[in-house]
């Protein structure tokens, strides 16, 4: 089964910013929404930014004003463009991409670390 691969994630400070991205190449039909998705530690997985076929947008309330997400559907690529990052941004972060037919797909995550 073909899997999204995330890049991007690291350690950077609090106030910093990190440029997520995500490849679905090799995924040979149409993809419906493009997302992120984070787990932090003993908590629920939760979404962070989703984006449409056509450009819709919409964002957890914890980071709206900070983070923007987009897609290249060429590429099929999705990035996740985070700035003002606080300590508790701190999470892995998960790529999704669900098809216009057939299961949704999740990347294998990328960490995300932000110091206080």
């Known amino acids: 089964q073909v899997q999204p691969v995330e890049s991007g994630g690291g350690l950077v400070q609090a106030g910093g910013s990190l440029r997520l991205s995500c490849a679905a190449s090799g995924i040979i039909f149409s993809i419906n929404a493009m997302g992120w998705y984070r787990q932090a530690p003993g908590k629920q997985r939760e979404l962070v930014a989703r984006?449409?076929?056509?450009?819709?947008?919409n964002y957890a309330d914890s980071v709206k004003g900070r983070f923007t997400i987009s897609r290249d559907n060429a590429k099929n690529m999705v990035y996740l463009q985070m700035n003002f990052l606080e300590p508790e941004d701190t999470a892995v972060y998960y790529c999704?991409?669900?098809?216009?037919?057939?299961?949704?797909?999740w990347g294998q995550g990328t960490q995300v670390t932000v110091s206080s």
């Open positions: 999704n991409v669900v098809p216009t037919s057939g299961s949704t797909l």
């Open positions: 984006v449409s076929s056509v450009g819709s947008t």
